[in-house]
Nanobody, 124 residues
Framework: QVQVVESGGGLVNPGGSLRLSCTAS????????MGWFRQTPGKGREFVAA???????TYADSVKGRFTISRDKAKSTAYLQMDSLKPEDTGIYYC??????????????????WGQGTLVAVSP
């Protein structure tokens, strides 16, 4: 049974940092792309960052230069280092996995596996 578990969310002041982790288990994920997405009230789930199985990275324009995605294939774990956080970064952050990195930036976001999400709140 596949499980995808996110951790590391919390409350942080504007300008602060958080590091999210996503660990997948239940099968081999070394050939999968892993990505981070966020959802806020009144908005749909949006793409934040992705890393391919070859470790090529892609970012949403709103987080470029502030967020860094990385992965440890041996641990089937992806990380999202978030620096210079802004109030508009607040939301539930989800981890997703798919064989195709293009799925991460498609409008439909029909990924094969999803985690349950972790809350990030940026507020004074």
């Amino acid at each position: 049974q596949v499980q995808v578990v996110e951790s590391g969310g919390g409350l942080v002041n504007p300008g602060g940092s958080l590091r999210l982790s996503c660990t997948a288990s239940g099968r081999t994920f070394s050939a999968y792309a892993m990505g981070w997405f966020r959802q806020t009230p009144g908005k749909g789930r949006e793409f934040v960052a992705a890393i391919s199985w070859t470790s090529t990275t892609t970012y949403a324009d709103s987080v470029k230069g502030r967020f860094t995605i990385s992965r440890d294939k041996a641990k089937s774990t992806a990380y999202l280092q978030m620096d210079s956080l802004k109030p508009e970064d607040t939301g539930i952050y989800y981890c997703g996995l798919d064989r195709y990195v293009a799925s991460m930036t498609s409008p439909s976001l029909l990924l094969e596996y999803w985690g349950q999400g972790t809350l990030v709140a940026v507020s004074p």
